[in-house]
């Protein structure tokens, strides 16, 4: 019955993997649950699920799943019932406990029962898999059911469907395009691996030949250790259209601004398109003339720019098209974005804009001045390759 | 499972360490399953105390494992001392015949070699490169290793008790999480970081403890810090107030050693332009 609700997972989009699916099953047989829903969601969870953002998927999953559990537990009632009803099951309860049932008629039982049954369906109630409000509740203490359903028992805390219900971990979902992971693992094309910097690694076969010509008197080598010399500028479109893309944009600019991913990793922002400036923060503060930038760069320097590359066809055409009223752009966008292309002969636009939507906007435009690609695994991985050659277009 | 259950629980949080039902109920799920534990949550919230505390607990040893941005996979198995060995041969010290002299073992070699059970944390995993958790799959599945050069082969007699930390900064690899217990530490509620603090301050009033833990929580409601206080800021930042001696009515009125809580320049900044300092 339990293997439903694997795949109620799955269907929400969990990976949960025959190999956690087995684990779990082992840590049942372990009593790792402790016989209870709340055992039960702690551990599904914590064997199952690995990312905090998807905490809220397996909340619903849980929720979904379970709630028809609950449902369900009205359909004892009357198994219960007619428990209760055996003399011969009452014999075996202590003084205490028959006193306590026998001060209940038996009507006034089984209305509270069902009483209590319904609003645990409502909200969800209770510690323990049936009823679990704890010790003062007349349902609590007969021990088993001779079936081997066990009502009462410790309530106490919170219980999963509780946990489930209030889906805490709603705010760290993401339902991801592109993950940091997958981005870093397609940077990680961008390389050109070169010896620099201070030699303190053994060149062992060299160390070896140079002992050898110096008649077996041991002679070190060093050399330096492989680096990265990839050199990068990244230049980030924020703001405006891109406002919908900034997550994106985010997880891009966290993986590759990693330590030691690039032996120079330089980003500038800047706002629709590109003129006389761009700027070394998103706030627009701290302004460097695109001409000083083209300048303290080298032209083995890779460009990426992200950005739409959507806007009115007069903001990248016309002199003073700039989007903000205050400035005054004297040469056109697009001048400036050719005077940026030439600097960097091995550069890549990413785009976050569907494919579909290029045609016809201002995107064509600049794809004939930037190499595109959309802002998708795929795309970054093409871009990628390019870069790494550095040459031809797209 | 009653006979189990004695087996089971565990782990209970310590004196010095308050540790939530989840988590406790995680520590021994992998306990009992042998698997790693991987635990991630907000920097500050005592993700490298827990492995600490468990080893007091479990009564082994700890191994740390600090993971930096140039740790290799391998370094944490063994090292192979060239270096010492070619100096060795060539100023006839030690013998350089025996190249076992020259093996070092890193911590997961340490960890796997030890008779007795230790408790091994891997600190910071996802500092390391991309690859750097495949590289262990093998290690931690099997718990033993081979050293090439002298064909040694170490076997864990007791599998030792794996702690592994991540930032939440980056994902992991799947082939790697899958062989986890994975918990999620969450930031503590009013009522849990108020029992924290009286661990590490069992003296304080309740009347200062109200109060900065109000200021506490209120800041860390300003939007847009970069880096919100954690636990281990607020610890801090009591302990400066009470060494300093800041008279209780100023806690309220303007933050006093907001630095303590606050170590963004941009975020202390901004603090200060909204009266917070």
Known sequence: MLIEFLFELRSRKLRVTTHEWMALMEAMALGLHESSLNGFYRLARSICVKDVTQFDAFDEAFLAYFRGVTADSLNLSDELLSWLRDPKHLASLSEEERALIESLDLDRLRELFEQRLREQSERHDGGNRWIGTGGTSPFGHGGYHPTGIRVGGGGGGRSAMQIAEERRFRDYRKDRVLDVRQIDVALRGLRDLGREGAPDELDVEESIDATCKNAGDLELVFRAPKRNQLKLVLLMDVGGSMDPHADLAERLFTAASRAGRFSRFRPYYFHNCVYESVYEDAAFRRPVPVPDLLAASGRDERLVVVGDALMHPAELLSAGGAIAFSHHNRKPGIEWLRHIAEAFPKRAWLNPEPERFWPGSTIELIADVFPMWSLTLEGLEDAVGHLARGTGTR | ?277
């Open chain 2, 1 to 277: 499972m009653t006979s189990h259950a004695d087996s089971f629980d565990r782990f209970q949080g310590t004196e010095r360490y308050i540790a939530s039902d989840d988590l406790r109920h995680a520590v021994n799920v992998s306990l009992a399953l042998e698997r790693p534990l991987l635990v991630r949550g907000e920097p500050g919230t005592g993700k490298t105390l827990l492995a600490e505390n468990i080893a007091s607990v479990l009564g082994c040893e700890l191994v740390k494992w600090h993971i930096k941005s140039t740790t290799k996979a391998q370094e944490g198995l063994y090292t192979y001392d060239t270096v010492a060995r070619l100096h060795d041969s060539r100023f006839g010290d030690g013998d350089v015949r025996d190249i076992r002299q020259y093996i070092h073992y890193g911590p997961l070699g340490r960890a796997l070699a030890a008779p007795e059970r230790v408790v091994l944390l891997i600190d910071e995993i996802d500092k390391a490169d991309i690859e750097f958790p495949n590289d262990l799959l093998l290690e931690l599945d099997a718990m033993r290793f081979r050293v090439s050069e002298t064909g040694d082969e170490v076997v864990a007699e007791r599998r030792p008790f794996v702690v592994i930390t991540s930032n939440n900064e980056k994902e992991l690899p799947d082939a790697f999480l899958r062989r986890c217990i994975f918990h999620y530490i969450e930031f503590p509620d009013a009522d849990l970081m108020r029992s924290i603090v009286r661990v590490h301050h069992p003296d304080i009033e309740e009347r200062v403890l109200d109060q900065c833990l109000e200021v506490f929580f209120n800041l860390r409601e300003v939007p847009r810090l970069r880096k919100r206080p954690s636990t281990s800021e607020l610890i801090d930042w009591i302990s400066a107030l009470r060494r300093a001696g800041v008279p209780l009515e100023r806690v309220g009125h303007g933050i006093p050693f907001l630095g303590s809580l606050l170590k963004n320049e941009q975020d202390f900044s901004y603090a200060k332009r909204r009266g917070l300092a």
